[in-house]
């Protein structure tokens, strides 16, 4: 191709800002169709939108993505990608030669843009991810940077009907995030047919404008009222969306606004290029990011906590006294709950760091959202809320990993022995649902001072990890200078009969076993296998080389805890000892947690029957 | 007690109901009292609401909840169980000494409700979970039943942060479910504080409003005012929804409307129940269900799929095809989709039943949610997407087990197979969350006849159950005839030298590799474990003792699917026999599915690899 013609905010005339949209649809159909695969129809319905923005309004430096100061662009409908990579394409940032390299094997511009991509902030795909993980963008440089940056971000139409896009509303309204613009590409078609509410954008405009945002109802292929509904929303004090109706397809007859034409290439794609306008190479010369603001971050001076062996504490209340200190010595520490911080001990941290504390309400989705996007701007988030209710965010935290993110989880409120409030507050399925997270880290600690010990190594490590708390205060076992880390283990008792494997709570109970076997002239060793993931395998099979059996005792469901862990690193090694895996073997109710434990089978008196049994 | 005064709606009068309200704030606080935990203040702020709907609007015989007539009564805010607790003694249904059994160990009024209860419909306790379901039960009383029972639903105001909530309203309005009232009772304090709109119930208001609802702002603690708001949303067309502004521990000075009084009992709830009146017996007789209505269910023939061996079928394909047939042998299925229904082809099933399918949206808690709801009416219902997005309704899964439903789920496009859409589609680990849910059924079927059997024994199955299909058309390898079970396996190939076990896609590259292995002299059995739970020990632990070692090959994390599966049958045996686990090993891009499967570590070549490292 020839050498591109350039076009630049001041001089773009209409007619140039119509060929670059023409320009994305072209680009759109042409990855797909070199892929044949993808979204073309649905990233011909925003080239318009797309087009102005980029001409007139982003301000970013695709030499320099890490600069602070740059807009951010988010693809909450990802299936869109096609266009994303032609803006890219149009930028400059790509040529063209690289954009034919759509999904293929080991391409960077995969099916759904990925942070591989260095101007993507996260991976979308999922619908109703990126609005709300925009909301973490915003609240970032609103709340903390005192940034200049917008959040823009590209939504469908189809997303609106998963709730966790209206936790965004609400929240970006409550917040007063008027750093963030959404533009939703109203195309009526869905996958398999038309939306909910087609084009008629009138109940969604409603309840946005009741959330609090700036509100605007645009033909979403009018340059010229797109140019206005942007400035508008520049100038809003609140957040602002623009619901904008479109035709999926739109350019290209055969395809426009017709049924069937989701998620594919079309039919004939050299055809809709020639209808389009035909390959062109217009450049964009964005608009360039201010100066990056300085900011400064409220620091408190909060001691290191150190609890006294013996001492009774919960550790969802070591986590919210080392949360506190954490954030005193690392100003990247910021902590979100979802409306227990009395429970998990997240308002610790808040009362210290009142700045960095983000209050998500019953939110969940929103919370770990939040957490994501404030990541991506450097920041460090805890978000903590009981563990079973984590549950509610698993795709958020699926995603978190195809973004590389680096997100710290805490769960309260783990297993049967939380007691009266019955199964519903029980986390019994958390080290199964997130140990099946790509690279994550499962830490769950049997006492005060080595959460806080783990929880300094969740600061420090990069990627995704989780905590695992304990509402019932348990006797403090380790001096505030023993040494943990992620990966180890800690044999508590020395033994060579059996090995009883806990952590949290049952280490408690393999404890008290422990001593009633002694009672009986049977040694037990009790190893505390607070990293379950990663797992200390070597003092397992060293475990299962020296005593006759092992047995471990988990406050979880029999599945994808700790005894499969446990199993596999047996069974990997060939190990051929006895394994007995003690763990929530019914649907448990309510009641006191030593009823519940027993009742559960993973109380001390069902450790002792069943070394008994392994071992006759 | 004396002998209870006994009221009814005609006779009620406002002091009557006065009393009423005021005995159910004194069983609450005495209920909380009881157990030294629960939530008397959340239910205090209810008991006008509920007093005013038990004596004169809601139709149920207590002595026959298995009436269909009966209306349907949700707590979506579970925490309130000691204010439906005290409604059913006020019913006559329990008695004073079993309300203060209130979450004792086996007691079935647990700390949330649960379906133990005969009145309870679905577990509750997990915010914003029961209006959703509620939804469900709607649809079966509208769409399926044309049943004249209301269903009413009793909310709090911190769960309207939940998204799922709003896609509950959003879905209501959409069907047109004018069997729905929804009551928020707004006490404006949350856990931990206030909410995030207190007292000003505007911006809900115009939500639902704009959802298509008929709304309601009023009082909460004004008899005559609620009442009123009753007899409109009866009259209404459309769902309803009522917004009663209430105070949190309304009627003991000491708690009402202050903060740090949640899940609390009362620190003198003698000097409470004094100051609501004292004890009382009031008996209200409420108003009975009308004469249940038969319905009928439309019946299109339609032939079991059959498929020849070596045709190339989609699993997910016969999901769609089997579905269809299911529908016509068994008029209690019904399926829904969240707007997949082209990929997971429940299309297929609504174009033979539409009647019984439920177009859901890209809304899978609202899916999900409405499959439980439709199940507490003897539907079977069987809800799909892709599996990737069926762990957004994790938590709803979840509370489906603490619920005891028969729900059937379908996840399709599982794994790094699905090729160039990239890992934001690819199901990785559905297997390891759904096998951590109390009871559940996991299946993975090899070929399409196999997953025809499988669903027809999901249908007769009760409970939560799983399958998962694949995105590829793989040879058809079992004839219609052959038969498969839950909890069973199937021998592909006999071996003995090494066993081969994989289910789905990764079936089909074991037989690959046994091909290859047979031409370097090795003799690979190969087994179809297609039931991932149960599972079938017994052919796992007979290739330990026949084969040198085992290798399983799976399209999922390492952690929870099938390999730990296999572990943990090989530990607890103490086989000893030799393991390798193949599993997906890295975070997947885009790419053809044969590159995927090699990148993965689980194609025929890198099992042939690992049984040559295995045997070496």
Redesign the interface.
Known sequence: MSSPEVISEQAASAEQLRELAQQLRVDSVRAAAA?N??HPTSSMSAADLMAVLMTRYLRYDFDAPENPANDHLVFSK?HASPLLYSVYKAAGAIDDEELLTF?????HL???P?P?IPWVDV??????QGLPISIGIALAGKRLESADFRVWVLCGD??L???????AF?HAG?AGLDNMIAIVDVNRL???GP??HEWDT???A??A????WDVQEIDGHDLEAIDVAYTRAMAADVPAVIFARTKKGSGVAAVEDQPNQHGKPLADPEAAVEELGGISSLRVELKSPPEARPYEIAQTPVDRPVYEVGEKVATRAAYGDALAWLGSIDEKVVALDG?????TYA?RFAAKHPDRFFEM???E??MVAAGVGLQTRGWKPFASSFG??L??A??FV??G??S?ADLKLCGSHVGVSIG??????MA??DI??L?????SVILYPSDANQAVQLLDAMRQHRGISYMRTTREATPVLYGSGESFEIGGSHTVRSGDDVTLIGAGITLRECLTAADELAGKGISARVVDLYSV?PVDAEAILTAAGETKALITVED??????I??????V???A????????LAVSG?P????PA??LA?AGIDAASIVAAVERALA
């Open positions: 892929a695969s993808g990802g999904r293929e094997f080991g391409s995969q099916g759904h990925t591989e991976a979308t795909g999922s619908l109703g189809s997303e009907a998963e709730g966790s896009m209206w936790e609400e409550h869905g996958q398999r939306t909910m009138s109940s969604w409603a309840r404008a009741a959330c609090g409306e227990v911080g009395n429970s308002e309400y019953i939110a989705q929103q079973a209710f549950s509610r698993y795709d699926r995603m990993a195809i590389d009266p409030d019955g199964p519903s507050q019994l399925e199964a649902s140990r099946a997270v790509f690279g993931k979880h469901w029999p599945e994808g805890g005894g499969e862990t446990v199993a596999g047996l069974a990997e060939a190990s051929g000892a006895p394994l007995v895996r649907r109710g309510s009641g006191p009823d519940l009742a």
